[in-house]
């Protein structure tokens, strides 16, 4: 029996949250992780006076990454080179790795994109976008009539 995967660009018409259950065997392999272009996770929360937007890069320093303010779009992009050359007997040996990403991040209209903060400490860059004053939640008692 030969498998034969057709894909004729409609994912699952019927049910969209069914998955392959071919795909996973297909695609776990060294190989196929190597051609994935693979994107940090992120924790983004809100509380009362900033939005926190958090990106899990390890083995990144913070001069790697670029973040810019398009309109209302925030993109964090970063990028890494190594190269690693050992030279002996006649021989030559080298070793490539690049890593990039790009995440982009469409901020709020309570966003205030003059207050953009970026840190990058122990593999996780943290980014605290402050919110305008009128959309910071007001607290206040209710009298009852």
């Known amino acids: 029996m030969t498998l034969v995967k057709f894909n004729n660009g409609h994912r699952n018409a019927v049910n ?21 272009n693979k994107t940090p996770a992120v924790n983004i929360a809100e509380t009362e006076n900033q939005f926190e937007i958090e990106l899990a890069a390890p ?13 209302n779009v925030l993109s964090v992009s970063a990028e890494k080179k190594v190269e690693n050359v050992e030279e002996g007997k006649k021989y030559s040996k080298k070793e490539y ?3 990039s990403f790009v995440r982009s991040f469409t901020l709020p209209e309570s966003a205030d994109q003059s207050k953009i903060e970026a840190e990058y400490v122990d593999g996780i860059l943290k980014l605290n976008v ?16």
């Open 97 to 99: 790795a690049y890593n």
């Open 59 to 71: 083995g990144l320093s913070k001069e790697d990454f670029k973040i810019n303010l398009d309109k």
């Open 16 to 36: 969209p949250f069914f998955s392959d259950v071919f795909q996973s065997l297909l695609n776990d392999s060294p190989i196929s992780d190597r051609l994935i």
């Open 130 to 145: 402050a919110k305008k004053e009128e959309a910071k939640i007001q607290a206040r008692e209710i009298a009852v009539k």
